[in-house]
């Protein structure tokens, strides 16, 4: 076996990638990343002894967590990019022990994550091999330990893009050292559930977090009719979810003669306010990440992905695509961090921009969305009235990822086949799967409410609390909601351990079950929160009318 990862719903045969990642990423990249991965858990270890003789650990819990994020699924492949962030690691990991050990010797024997060395390429690889999924051969520990992981991983990408916009809080910086640092501590099985309901709790304040970041930022977002088709001017299509790479890249562009276009999870910057005023901001091109292909393609000119979803490169765009922040790609043009205080540069996009020819049209319209929770809230009356008069009888959350696969149709078919009097709320890229249906509205109200990102989820749970108020019920479960939930990366992980937290129960989970569950973790899922899989279509529409 030369590598193992079994982080996202496309791993192979549902068991782990071996031989080479389904999304692409070679051995030698995984390796890496669980070296990098064993190395966070080492400054986790130092972190968490920090915290106890409250030494400030922010900047290593940023750099921790930006190392996180870039092992996510499709964020980042590039080797080079790894060995400098190990070689980082290990060296915020060696100062943050100098400072707490300058106070007191920590007890006990020191794991390995908290000691290691190495210097070269080799090295690390080496380490990798030795440290991987698979070195914790319990598969009730290692499932749990990887789910808080793969929880943690999502917190992070979440986390950075608050930190992006100078929201960051010292206490979760704190929490996430605690949860890393008990994935090293040979736990029990009660104990890891427990650490895992706890960083559930620790996701909705990041969720929480980045919220306020991007609404204090930016402004609440509102109903919006976005553009699907293009004009006659060169563009720059701007993909991943960092709103600030967004406003920068408008600003930079503004006067230039260049538009700028959205793609898959960028989608929802359309809908802020502060957006707006920018008049060559054309509106989203494409689809769904898996579609990068065809999409970048036809768009004719550069494309900035400011985190993941990154597919393998077709020649027809190869050279005018870009990276920044935590995503990557060998031989991409990786746009640096901002200075402090600074900007990025994004000259070399715009340049290149001037010289290619317009976007090619594939389709023609409006898609609506903004329906984050402000909004929505805004219009809770006209929402009370449509439940209390029966006009909506259901709502089915169906937030989350989208991908390749062709059971991914089961969405598209339940979308299709719900009764005419429910509402979809949904967030992520999953919407690509019935947003440009013609659902219809009810009394106005659309049928399909986007609330935004994967991140914007944190909206619909918002408002879902806001409605249990409304109708006095005791307890979230008691609304006419179901959740019917599709996941593929790790930010679909942080999302499900963020709603399990804030209580809700009884969601549904497809196109399959994580690999990572073992069939005791599972059955704890199942039996305390009523998780099921997605099955059939038909019965599944009936039983989630039924209330079940
Ligand atoms: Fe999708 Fe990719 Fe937002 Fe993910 S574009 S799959 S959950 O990165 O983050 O929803
Ligand atoms: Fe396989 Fe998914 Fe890991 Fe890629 S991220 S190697 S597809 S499990």
Known sequence: MSMFCFQCQETARNQGCTVRGVCGKLPETATLQDALIHTVRGIAFW???????????????????QSLFATITNANFDNARFVTLIGEALKQRDELRAKVEANAKVAGALPDCAVWQ?????????KGAEVGVL???????RSLEQLITLGLKGLSAYADHAAMLGYEDDGIYAS??????????????????????????????????????????????????VNIGVRGNPGILISGHDLHDMQELLDQTEGTGVDVYTHSEMLPANYYPAFKKYKHFVGNYGSSWWKQNEDFTTFNGPILMTTNCIIPLKDAYKDRIFTTGMAGWPGVPHIAERPKGGKKDFSAIIALAKKCPPPTEIE???????????????????????????????????????????????????????????VILTAGC???????????????????????????SYSLAVIALKLKEVFGLEDVNQLPLSFDIAWYEQKAVAVLLALLALGFKGMRLGPTLPAFLSPNVAKVLVENFHIKPTGDVEADVAAMMAGN
């Open 47 to 65: 972190g968490a002894e920090a915290t106890k003789q409250q030494i400030n650990v922010s900047k290593e819990g940023l750099f921790a967590m």
């Open 176 to 225: 996430f050292m605690e949860a890393m640092a008990d994935t090293t501590r040979g736990l029990s099985v009660d104990q890891l559930v427990a650490r895992t309901l706890q960083t559930g709790h620790d996701i909705v304040k990041v969720m929480a977090l980045l919220d306020k970041a991007n609404t204090e930022t930016y402004g609440h977002p509102e109903i919006t009719q």
């Open 364 to 422: 023609t319209g409006t898609i609506v969305g903004g329906f984050a929770h402000n909004q929505v809230l805004a219009l809770a009356d006209k929402v009370v009235d449509a439940v209390k008069s029966g006009a909506i009888k259901r709502f089915v959350v169906m937030a989350g990822c989208d991908g390749r696969h062709k059971t991914r149709s089961y969405f598209t078919d339940v979308a299709e086949a719900l009764p005419k009097d429910t």
């Open 118 to 126: 190495g210097t070269t390429e080799a090295d690390y690889a080496a």
């Open 430 to 456: 999953a919407k690509y799967r019935y947003n440009k249906l013609n659902l219809g509205d009810i009394g106005g109200i659309p049928r399909v409410l986007d609330a935004g990102q994967c991140n914007d």
């Open 135 to 141: 070195s914790n051969q319990n598969e009730d520990t």
